[in-house]
Nanobody, 118 residues
Framework: QVQLVESGGGLVQAGGSLRLSCAAS????????MGWFRQAPGKEREFVAL???????SYAGSVKGRFTISRDNAKNTVYLQMNSLKPEDTAVYYC????????????WGQGTQVTVSS
């Protein structure tokens, strides 16, 4: 089992920045690929960013160039630095963990709210 706890959400004006954190406990953190997802009201959950256990990253087109995902294996934590925030980035943000050989994300955090005002 892996437990994930997100933090760092809040209210920010458009153009501002926030950094989300996701602390993991349980099985060895370095064995997992880590992702960030978000869900806006009335919309389906969508992929935001992924960092593989080796450090390679991938981003949704809507956030590429504005968001940066990183991980600190020594602290069992994954981060999402969000810059140049837009009102359309408003959503509940979730982190998730996927074992290296898994086809899907098996573990999810409870989510943290990000609200961007115009």
């Amino acid at each position: 089992q892996v437990q994930l706890v997100e933090s760092g959400g809040g209210l920010v004006q458009a153009g501002g920045s926030l950094r989300l954190s996701c602390a993991a406990s349980g099985r060895p953190f370095s064995s997992y690929h880590m992702g960030w997802f978000r869900q806006a009201p009335g919309k389906e959950r969508e992929f935001v960013a992924l960092i593989y256990n080796g450090g390679t990253t991938s981003y949704a087109g809507s956030v590429k160039g504005r968001f940066t995902i990183s991980r600190d294996n020594a602290k069992n934590t994954v981060y999402l630095q969000m810059n140049s925030l837009k009102p359309e980035d408003t959503a509940v943000y979730y982190c998730a963990a996927k074992a290296i050989a898994a086809l899907r994300y098996d573990y999810w955090g409870q989510g943290t709210q990000v609200t961007v005002s115009s």
